[in-house]
């Protein structure tokens, strides 16, 4: 959960701002997605929750990578550190609606409590990207995953090599036709377009892990 001194920029308001810097209408979205323009305008809204599947069909539509949609964490006036590199001045002074990042992407650095945030409600799963870019050479981020949940994996749009490392709780991965289980300090390597599953082998238990990705796809 994020820190309650910080909001963030919701998933619908970057969708939005992409789609319409595509000049694509909410419609042609739907029909790309195969998704309904009602259920479109409630997650732009703040309605509807969108789902890792549907995020992806979005994200396939509109040209970019899933993490294309992470939050960038903005203090609330109250709680600004000036000691970090403050935000331009010209931006709108409310962090609900500023798209400015407050990170600054161009650093190696990453405070543990600004890391951008991507939180799915509906599959009960939060990603938190740890490297300050998405056109690296690699992306690297940590999951977390609510017990009994997963999600069968999509397909990325480009041959990728992933490594995972399970931190907390059971990690189920399908690669293929093999379902390995992985538990805290276990590890595994694989080419993207193998992986099948992702979830959590765990009713009890928050399912965490890291991954590593090359080159950034997701």
């Given at each position: 959960?994020?820190?309650?001194?910080?909001?963030?920029?919701?998933?619908?308001?970057?969708?939005?701002?992409?789609?319409?810097?595509?000049?694509?209408?909410?419609?042609?979205?739907?029909?790309?997605?195969?998704?309904?323009?009602?259920?479109?305008?409630?997650?732009?809204?703040?309605?509807?929750?969108?789902?890792?599947?549907?995020?992806?069909?979005?994200?396939?539509?509109?040209?970019?990578?899933?993490?294309?949609?992470?939050?960038?964490?903005?203090?609330?006036?109250?709680?600004?550190?000036?000691?970090?590199?403050?935000?331009?001045?010209?931006?709108?002074?409310?962090?609900?609606?500023?798209?400015?990042?407050?990170?600054?992407?161009?650093?190696?650095?990453?405070?543990?409590?600004?890391?951008?945030?991507?939180?799915?409600?509906?599959?009960?799963?939060?990603?938190?990207?740890?490297?300050?870019?998405?056109?690296?050479?690699?992306?690297?981020?940590?999951?977390?995953?609510a017990p009994?949940?997963?999600?069968?994996?999509?397909?990325?749009?480009?041959?990728?090599?992933?490594?995972?490392?399970?931190?907390?709780?059971?990690?189920?991965?399908?690669?293929?036709?093999?379902?390995?289980?992985?538990?805290?300090g276990d590890?595994?390597?694989?080419?993207?377009?193998?992986?099948?599953?992702?979830?959590?082998?765990?009713?009890?238990?928050?399912?965490?892990?890291?991954?590593?990705?090359?080159?950034?796809?997701?």
């Amino acid at each position: 959960m994020a820190n309650p001194s910080f909001d963030r920029v919701s998933i619908g308001n970057r969708i939005r701002k992409k789609r319409l810097q595509e000049d694509m209408s909410i419609r042609e979205l739907a029909r790309r997605t195969n998704l309904t323009a009602s259920f479109i305008s409630q997650v732009e809204n703040e309605k509807a929750n969108v789902s890792l599947d549907s995020l992806r069909r979005i994200s396939d539509a509109l040209g970019v990578q899933m993490l294309y949609f992470l939050s960038d964490l903005r203090p609330l006036p109250e709680f600004v550190n000036h000691e970090q590199t403050p935000v331009s001045e010209a931006a709108p002074a409310d962090p609900m609606v500023s798209e400015a990042p407050l990170i600054n992407r161009t650093s190696p650095f990453i405070k543990s409590t600004m890391r951008p945030r991507l939180f799915l409600p509906e599959s009960g799963i939060t990603y938190e990207l740890l490297t300050s870019r998405l056109d690296n050479k690699m992306e690297a981020f940590m999951g977390q995953m609510a017990p009994g949940t997963g999600n069968i994996a999509g397909r990325l749009g480009i041959s990728t090599e992933e490594f995972i490392y399970c931190l907390a709780g059971v990690l189920k991965v399908g690669i293929q036709d093999q379902m390995y289980t992985l538990e805290p300090g276990d590890t595994i390597y694989f080419e993207g377009d193998k992986l099948m599953y992702l979830g959590s082998g765990s009713d009890t238990e928050v399912t965490k892990w890291l991954s590593v990705i090359t080159p950034p796809a997701f």
